[in-house]
């Protein structure tokens, strides 16, 4: 069965960093998009990073342009998004989803989700 388990989430102050991860179980995410996504409370679910089976990157969130990246560590099988110089309005619920072989813009488009973990920047 197809899942993932996403880690790295908690309370940061503004200025601060987090990494999650987000662990494949089930099968080979080599192949897979991975996309970190996020939802504020009262907002629509955005996505923010995407990483394809090739490697490449797309940046779909203007506002974390410069603060965030996106890795994968296929080895582990395992995406990360690096989340430096952390704002107040960064505080959502992030998940990651994927899709075969290329990233999308429409979130409809990924199959897999994981649960979500929530980021807290505050002072």
């Known amino acids: 069965q197809l899942h993932f388990v996403e880690s790295g989430g908690g309370l940061a102050q503004p200025g601060g960093s987090l990494r999650l991860s987000c662990a494949a179980s089930g099968f080979n995410a080599d192949f897979y998009a991975i996309g970190w996504f996020r939802q504020a409370p009262g907002k629509e679910r955005e996505e923010v990073l995407c990483i394809n089976s090739s490697n490449d990157i797309t940046n779909y969130s203007d506002s974390v342009k410069g603060r965030f990246t996106i890795s994968r560590d296929n080895a582990k099988n395992t995406v990360y998004l690096h989340m430096n110089s952390l704002e107040p309005e960064d505080t959502a619920v992030y998940y990651c989803?994927?899709?075969?072989?290329?990233?999308?813009?429409?979130?409809?488009?990924?199959?897999?989700w994981g649960q979500g973990t929530q980021v807290t920047v505050s002072a």
């Open positions: 989803a994927a899709k075969i072989y290329y990233c999308s813009a429409y979130i409809d488009r990924y199959d897999y």
